[in-house]
């Protein structure tokens, strides 16, 4: 008897460790990527088409999102640049649904 609720315990622990692992991850963004979130023209740039595409916007972006993926780049030193830019697309896609 006391067997079957240690056996459901066990199978809701990895959903438990899942969800505080993605919560402390969002908590642990460097400095630049929070930064990068900021900016919720940023966030819709990553997000969609371009409404501001002038040369300015285009080159802060490219500033920033560089500072960015290095940040996430040294906490992380094995993380691929594709890997970086999903980091990134997730946080603005979290952005952009607080906006709403």
Same mark, same amino acid.
């Given at each position: 008897? &006391?067997? /079957? @609720?240690?056996? =459901?315990?066990?199978?809701?622990? +990895?959903?438990? &460790?899942?969800?505080?692992? %993605? %919560?402390?991850?969002? #908590?642990?963004? +460097? +400095?630049?990527?929070?930064?990068?979130?900021?900016? @919720?023209?940023?966030?819709?740039?990553?997000?969609?088409? @371009?409404? $501001?595409? %002038? @040369?300015?916007?285009? /080159?802060?972006?490219?500033?920033?999102? #560089?500072?960015? =993926?290095?940040?996430?780049?040294?906490? $992380? +030193? %094995?993380? #691929?640049? &594709?890997?970086?830019?999903?980091?990134? /697309?997730?946080?603005?896609?979290? &952005?952009?649904?607080?906006? /709403?």
């Amino acid at each position: 008897m &006391t067997l /079957k @609720p240690l056996i =459901v315990a066990c199978a809701f622990l +990895p959903l438990a &460790t899942l969800a505080d692992a %993605s %919560s402390a991850s969002r #908590q642990a963004d +460097p +400095p630049a990527v929070s930064a990068f979130y900021r900016h @919720p023209e940023h966030c819709a740039y990553m997000a969609g088409l @371009p409404e $501001n595409d %002038s @040369p300015e916007f285009i /080159k802060r972006f490219e500033v920033d999102v #560089q500072a960015a =993926v290095e940040a996430l780049r040294v906490r $992380n +030193p %094995s993380l #691929q640049l &594709t890997d970086a830019l999903f980091h990134l /697309k997730a946080g603005c896609d979290r &952005t952009l649904a607080r906006m /709403k």
